[in-house]
C-alpha cells in the first residue's frame, strides 16, 4: 500500500498541475516560449523527470520571466506566471527540506510578483 | 472561512455524523431512489435471483417464470426470517430456511407446514411486499417508492451515453467487496474529484491527463473523462498497460483514450477502461460503516494478452483503492472532530458540490447543522 508516508519520489508530482496547466500559456504570451513546446517539455519531466529536473525547469522560468520584464512583456502574464513559480516553493518543503537556492528563488519571485504590475 | 459563489461549501460534518441525519438519508434518499442491484445476466433465467440490501431493507430480485423481472422484500411474513441469501437459483418457489413457508416467484404465499395449526390465517392475503425493479442498459435496478420518475428517464440521457458500451453482452468477470469504516459519503465525495489525485495518486497523474481531467454534470450523475497521455509511463506496470491495452470489441472508438468514471444518485459508480468495465456499489451499513461490492465485465476474450492487460488494470486500480481508503480514514476522523465544521470546494469538485446539492435537495435541512 502506497500511501501519504510511502509515495517516496513520486511525491513531488503534486507541483505539477498548476504549472502544466498555466505556464506554456504564460510563457507564450510573454514571448519567452513557444506553448506546445514548453507542454511537451512539461509533459517529459511528469514522466521522467525527478524532483532537481522540475526545479531546474522552473528556474529557468524564472529566468525568462526575468527577460520578459527586463524588456515590458505582458504585465499580468508575468505577475501570474510568478505568482505560479512562487506557490512552487511555497509548497514544496512539505516533501523535502527547503534547499539554499529556494531561498534565493522565492525572495526574487516575491519581488517580481510586485514589480510585474 | 469565505469563498465566491463559484465555489460553495460541502455539507457540514453534522450531515457524516449525525444518525438522524443517517436515519434521514435511508428514508430520503435510499427508499426514494433506483438503486443499483445487479447484471441482468445474473438474474437471465427463470427462477435465478440476486439479493440485496436497500436502506438496510432485506431485497430479492427475481425472475419469474413467464420472465417478468420482479424485485421482493427478502423478509418472510412469518417470523421475519430472511428467505434466500446470496444468489442462486430456485426451481419452483422461494422457501423460508427457518419454518419452511414458501412463495411463489410474484411473492404469493403458496403453502405452509402443519397449515392447520393456524386457522385464522388467510393465505391469499399474504405476499411478500413487492417494490419496482427495471433494467438499464444491462444493469438491474430497484426503486422502493411509487412517487419516483420511471427508471428509464431517471438519470436523463445517461441511457444514450451508456448504450454503445453494450453492457448486456458483456461477460461478469472478477468480483469482490469489502467494507469500510467510513460514512458512505466519505468515499462517494472521494470518488467524485480529481483534485486529490495529484497528491494521493502520483502514479495517476503520469498515466492520466490532469488538465483535461474534466466532471460533466448531468440530470443525477456526473461524468467525468480521465483522458491518457500520450507519452509511456516511467512505471513498468503502467507502461506496460499503456503498450499492451487493446479496446475491447465495439467499444466506442471515443472513449478509446480515457478511463472514464460515472456516478449515478446515489452511490453506484460506473468505471469505464476500453478493456474492462466494473460496477462498484456502496451500501451503507450504520452511521460510519459502507459496504462496497464491485463487478468487473469484459469481452470474454481469453487471449494471454487481454487478461494480462484487465490484470495490470486490475492491479494499477486496486493501489489507486488502497491509496484512497486511507485517504478517507484520515477524512472520517476529521469529521469527528469538534473544531471541523465545513469545507470549501474548487471548480475541480464540481461534482461534489453537485452531489451534495441532491442531498440539500433530498433531505432538507441537511445543512442547518451548520454554524
Keep these: 500500500m502506497i500511501g501519504r508516508h510511502g509515495a517516496g519520489a513520486d511525491r513531488w508530482l503534486f507541483l505539477t498541475p498548476e504549472v502544466e496547466r498555466e505556464v506554456p500559456g504564460l510563457l507564450d504570451r510573454l514571448d519567452q516560449g513557444a506553448r506546445a513546446m514548453e507542454e511537451r517539455r512539461i509533459e517529459e519531466l511528469i514522466h521522467r523527470g525527478t524532483i532537481a529536473s522540475w526545479f531546474g525547469y522552473l528556474r529557468d522560468c524564472r529566468a525568462r520571466l526575468e527577460r520578459a520584464s527586463g524588456s515590458g512583456g505582458d504585465p499580468a502574464a508575468a505577475r501570474r506566471l510568478a505568482l505560479v513559480l512562487r506557490e512552487q516553493y511555497l509548497l514544496v518543503p512539505s516533501i523535502r527540506p527547503e534547499l539554499p537556492d529556494d531561498r534565493v528563488e522565492l525572495d526574487r519571485l516575491e519581488e517580481l510578483t510586485w514589480t510585474s504590475t | ?371
Design chain 2, 1 to 371: 472561512m469565505s469563498v465566491t459563489r463559484s465555489q460553495g461549501y460541502t455539507l457540514p460534518a453534522t450531515a457524516y455524523t449525525s444518525p438522524e441525519i443517517y436515519e434521514r438519508e435511508m428514508r430520503e434518499v435510499f427508499m426514494r431512489s433506483w438503486n443499483f442491484v445487479c447484471h441482468v445476466s445474473d438474474v437471465a433465467e427463470p427462477g435465478r435471483y440476486w439479493t440485496t440490501s436497500i436502506a438496510g431493507e432485506p431485497v430479492v430480485v427475481i425472475r419469474d417464470d413467464d420472465g417478468t423481472l420482479r424485485a421482493l422484500s427478502n423478509v418472510c411474513r412469518h417470523r421475519a426470517s430472511l428467505i434466500v441469501r446470496g444468489e442462486g437459483a430456485c426451481p419452483k418457489v422461494l422457501r423460508c430456511p427457518y419454518h419452511g413457508w414458501t412463495y411463489r416467484k410474484d411473492g404469493q404465499l403458496a403453502a405452509v407446514p402443519e397449515a392447520r395449526g393456524f386457522p385464522d390465517l388467510d393465505r391469499e392475503a399474504v405476499r411478500l411486499p413487492s417494490f419496482r425493479v427495471g433494467e438499464l442498459c444491462g444493469l438491474v435496478f430497484v426503486c422502493m417508492s411509487d412517487e419516483t420518475d420511471p427508471l428509464d428517464t431517471y438519470f436523463g440521457d445517461l441511457p444514450q451515453r451508456l448504450a454503445p458500451l453494450r453492457l448486456p453482452e458483456l461477460t461478469v468477470g472478477r468480483r469482490g467487496n469489502a467494507s469500510y469504516d467510513h460514512n458512505w459519503k466519505v468515499l462517494a465525495d472521494n470518488y467524485l474529484e480529481g483534485y486529490h489525485i495529484p497528491v494521493g495518486h502520483p502514479g495517476l497523474l503520469r498515466l492520466l491527463d490532469y488538465k483535461r481531467y474534466i466532471a460533466t454534470l448531468g440530470k443525477r450523475h456526473a461524468w467525468i473523462d480521465g483522458p491518457f497521455r500520450d507519452k509511456p509511463s516511467k512505471n513498468r506496470q503502467e507502461r506496460l498497460y499503456q503498450r499492451l491495452m487493446r479496446p475491447m470489441h465495439g467499444f466506442p472508438e471515443e472513449l478509446e483514450g480515457a478511463w472514464t468514471y460515472v456516478h449515478l444518485w446515489p452511490c453506484t459508480f460506473i468505471d469505464i477502461y476500453p478493456d474492462l468495465i466494473d460496477t462498484w456499489q456502496l451500501q451503507p451499513d450504520g452511521l460510519r460503516r459502507t459496504r462496497t461490492e464491485y463487478r468487473l465485465y469484459h469481452s470474454g476474450s481469453r487471449s494471454v494478452r487481454d487478461r494480462l492487460v484487465r490484470n495490470i488494470n486490475f492491479r494499477v486500480n486496486a493501489k489507486v483503492m488502497d491509496e484512497d481508503v486511507e485517504l478517507c480514514d484520515d477524512v472520517q476522523r476529521g469529521l469527528e472532530s469538534r473544531t471541523y465544521e465545513r469545507g470549501v470546494l474548487n471548480d475541480n469538485e464540481n461534482a461534489v458540490r453537485n452531489f451534495h446539492d441532491l442531498l440539500r435537495e433530498a433531505v432538507p435541512g441537511i445543512d442547518d447543522r451548520a454554524s
